[in-house]
C-alpha cells in the first residue's frame, strides 16, 4: 500500500524532519542496558532519525522500512556509515526478520514515529521472543503536527491548509495521550513491563522550515505542484502574518516495554 512517502517527500523529510536529543537516545540506551554487543532493529526507519544516533551506541543497526524513497534518502545520508543495514519490510514482517537472526537475538527494536501504521498489537506478540532477556520495544514519538499546536501561528497554519486541501488536518500520528494509553495496554498485554519517559523542548522556525515541515508531512499527491509551491509559499506566508515568532513545542514520549 502506497502511503504517500515516496518521491520528493522523503527528500523533504530527509532534509525537514527533526531528529531527536541526545537524552532520548540516553534514555533508550539505559533503558534496555544497550551495549556495544547489541543489535537493534529500528522499524518505521524513514530516512533514519532515530537509526543514526542509536548505531553510534550499538554494535549494529536494522532500518526497516517499507518506502523505498525513504531508505535510499537514508543510505545516502549515512553512506561512510559501516553498522547499518537498510532493508525494506514492514511490521508484518517482523517475523521473517525472527527466522534470519534468532530467538533473544535483538537489544531493542525502535519505533519512532510510526506506530500508527503498525498493527501494534500484532506486532508487539511477534516482537517479543526476538528480544534478550532486559532488551525490549520503544515507542518513540517526535512532537505534535505543525498544524496542531497551542499557538496562534500553528492554528493559522491549519486553517490554511484546510482551506489549500479543502479537507480537515486533524490526525496526530499517534502523538496524543489516548494513543500512548492504547500503545501502553498493548505493551502490557503482549508480556512486556511498561515504562514512560517524556521530554520536552522549544524550537524556534522560520517559513522555510515550517513549509519544508509540511511538505514533509503531506502524502506526495497532495504536495503542491511544482508550479505552484512559490504561490503556496507566499499565501502560507500570508496567513502568518502577525504570528511570528513560531516557536515550536516538541513533546517527545518515550514509551518503553522491557522484557
Ligand atoms: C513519520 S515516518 C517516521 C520516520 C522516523 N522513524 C522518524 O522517527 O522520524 C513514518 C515511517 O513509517 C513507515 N511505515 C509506514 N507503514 C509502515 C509499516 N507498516 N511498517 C513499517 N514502517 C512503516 C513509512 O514508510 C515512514 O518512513
Given at each position: 500500500m502506497d502511503l504517500g512517502f515516496g518521491g520528493e517527500v522523503a527528500g523533504f523529510y530527509q532534509r525537514y524532519r527533526r531528529g531527536y536529543p541526545a537524552e532520548v537516545i540516553d534514555a533508550l540506551v539505559s533503558a534496555f542496558g544497550l551495549t556495544r554487543d547489541d543489535v537493534v532493529l529500528d522499524l518505521?526507519?524513514?530516512?533514519?532519525q532515530l537509526a543514526l544516533p542509536i548505531a553510534d551506541r550499538v554494535r549494529a543497526v536494522i532500518g526497516m522500512d517499507p518506502e523505498p524513497d525513504m531508505l535510499a534518502e537514508a543510505r545516502r545520508v549515512a553512506a561512510?556509515?559501516?553498522n547499518i543495514s537498510w532493508m525494506a519490510g514492514a511490521d508484518t514482517d517482523v517475523p521473517v526478520v525472527g527466522s534470519l537472526l534468532?530467538?533473544?537475538?535483538?537489544?531493542a527494536v525502535t519505533v519512532g514515529q510510526a506506530l500508527h501504521w503498525m498493527d501494534h498489537d500484532s506486532l508487539f506478540q511477534s516482537l517479543r521472543p526476538l528480544l534478550r532477556p532486559g532488551g525490549g520495544v520503544a515507542v518513540v514519538t517526535n512532537g505534535s503536527p505543525l498544524w496542531l499546536q497551542d499557538s496562534t501561528w500553528s492554528q493559522a497554519l491549519r486553517r490554511y491548509l484546510e482551506l489549500w486541501l479543502d479537507s480537515e488536518v486533524a490526525a496526530t500520528c499517534g502523538t496524543d495521550e489516548d494513543s500512548q494509553t492504547r500503545y501502553s495496554e498493548s505493551l502490557a498485554a503482549a508480556g512486556f513491563t511498561v515504562g514512560r519517559t517524556d521530554f520536552h523542548y522549544e524550537d524556534e522556525l522560520d517559513l522555510d522550515r515550517i513549509i519544508g515541515g509540511v511538505y514533509s508531512a503531506l502524502p506526495v499527491n497532495l504536495l503542491p505542484p511544482l508550479e505552484q509551491r512559490s504561490y503556496f509559499a507566499k499565501q502560507v506566508g500570508r496567513a502568518l502574518?502577525?504570528?511570528?515568532?513560531y516557536h515550536e513545542q516538541i513533546d517527545v514520549i518515550v514509551l518503553t516495554g522491557t522484557r
Open positions: 518505521g526507519c524513514g530516512t533514519g561512510d556509515r559501516t534468532g530467538k533473544a537475538s535483538l537489544g502574518e502577525g504570528h511570528a515568532p
